[in-house]
């Protein structure tokens, strides 16, 4: 048997169709298959370009405390963690000749607060950035002090 109103295959045995629940009935078949559609499926029907108007859903979602939300950069610019990311700007500029040994102490230190506070805070975002700094920092540090020690050695023995 086939639904007179969707013309899905059906059981003879069946009182309503399983696909648009149209009651299957000898007065059922007769009757007009519009009754059963809703306005905007009878708009469809009518117009088969017609856009639905009907929202979709109507869904009211409960604002975010401010405590609690995240980076709206999507995390890559930690600017609640600010000393991992000063800790991440000193440690590349550690790399310069003459400015990288103060420089890489300061993106050391700035580096293991940055974590700290991270660890305290797990919201703020940054502990990539603080070991940037706390990498960048170190090994430049020690690069120039290993540096300068060879360089004061050089003119002492001369």
Known sequence: MQCPFC???IADNSQYCPACQAPLSNQAQTADPNEYLDASAKQQ???P???NQAPIHNVQMAPIPP???GDETGGII???NPRALIAYYLGILSGFPFIGL???IAAFVLGLMGLRDRKRNPVIKGAFHAWVGI???GIFTLFWAFGTVVL???LTVR
């Open 7 to 9: 013309n899905t295959l």
């Open 45 to 47: 029907q009518s117009n």
């Open 49 to 51: 370009y017609a856009v």
């Open 67 to 69: 405590e609690n939300r």
């Open 78 to 80: 930690p600017y609640k």
């Open 102 to 104: 103060p420089l890489g």
């Open 135 to 137: 990498g960048c920092g």
């Open 152 to 154: 004061i050695i050089a």
